[in-house]
């Protein structure tokens, strides 16, 4: 079993602390695992918004943030019995060597590839479940999940030939919405269109999550300097008035 570097027994020590009956939080004690998970997911995303704001010191903090919640899983799991934060570490170092047989084999040795090896793993964690769709996380957010799915089903033949295809599916969809308005099937058409919309940017090498999240932010960054433009009157300002401080902003970023 791998042992807890040194640096990482303080936060346990800490966390436990934090759990323990007596003299610890009331609400850290009453916390469970799925009572925790938002904030596992919340913390791996300001994770991500650091490295895209290029925020080193905050990405330190943040990663901090996130290392926490790993401790306090496992210090969950600790007190049920289940494992502790040395089984993890010990089950991470397993998979790396495992999948990175090209680093880690005895030299002369044949390596399997990547995906080879990540099929393998599935059926050990499914084997009731030999689909090639099989593992991928339902709670992770729509757009990277629709990739995962799409990239899943491509591995094994079945995806577009040409990336014209996917554009002629997208307007295929967008029709099919017009035709859907007023009709219970909207919610459908229109999730249809997001799902191809996910194989254009798939089959033009960029990454659908990345790419709104940057595209919402530069809305936000915008939106938020049409408001300082216009002051205390932007609530009031016509359409064309608010379209024409759009277009300024737009052209003072572009200048």
Request: a negative charge; hydrophobic letters at 45%; aromatic letters at 6%.
């Amino acid at each position: 079993m791998t042992k807890t570097p040194a640096d990482i027994a303080p936060l346990q020590e800490i966390m436990a602390r934090l759990r323990s009956q007596d003299g610890g939080c009331p609400w850290d004690i009453e916390q469970t695992f799925a009572t925790i998970a938002p904030y596992t997911i919340e913390e791996a995303y300001e994770v991500a918004d650091a490295i895209e704001a290029n925020d080193l010191t905050a990405l330190k903090d943040e990663l901090g943030d996130l290392l926490f919640q790993v401790v306090f899983h496992s210090q969950m799991a600790s007190e049920a019995g289940i494992f502790d934060l040395s089984d993890v570490i010990s089950v991470i170092c397993d998979k790396m060597i495992r999948r990175h047989p090209h680093v880690f084999a005895e030299p002369g040795s044949t390596s399997p590839g990547w995906d080879e090896i990540k099929a393998a793993e599935r059926a050990g964690k499914a084997a009731d479940d030999r689909s090639a769709l099989a593992g991928v996380a339902v709670s992770i957010p729509a757009l990277s999940r629709a990739e995962k799915i799409q990239k899943r089903a491509a591995r094994v033949g079945f995806d577009w030939d040409d990336v014209e295809d996917v554009r002629t599916k997208i307007l295929e969809e967008i029709e099919e919405i017009d035709q859907a308005v007023g009709h219970a099937a909207l919610e459908d058409e229109i999730g249809d269109l997001l799902f191809a919309a996910v194989n254009l940017a798939r089959h033009h090498g960029v990454d659908p999550e990345t790419a709104l999240r940057r595209a919402t932010r530069k809305f936000e960054r915008r939106f938020r300097a049409m408001e300082a433009s216009a002051g205390a009157d932007f609530p009031g300002l016509s359409l064309d008035a608010k379209e024409a401080l759009w277009q300024q902003v737009k052209r003072t970023e572009t200048d």
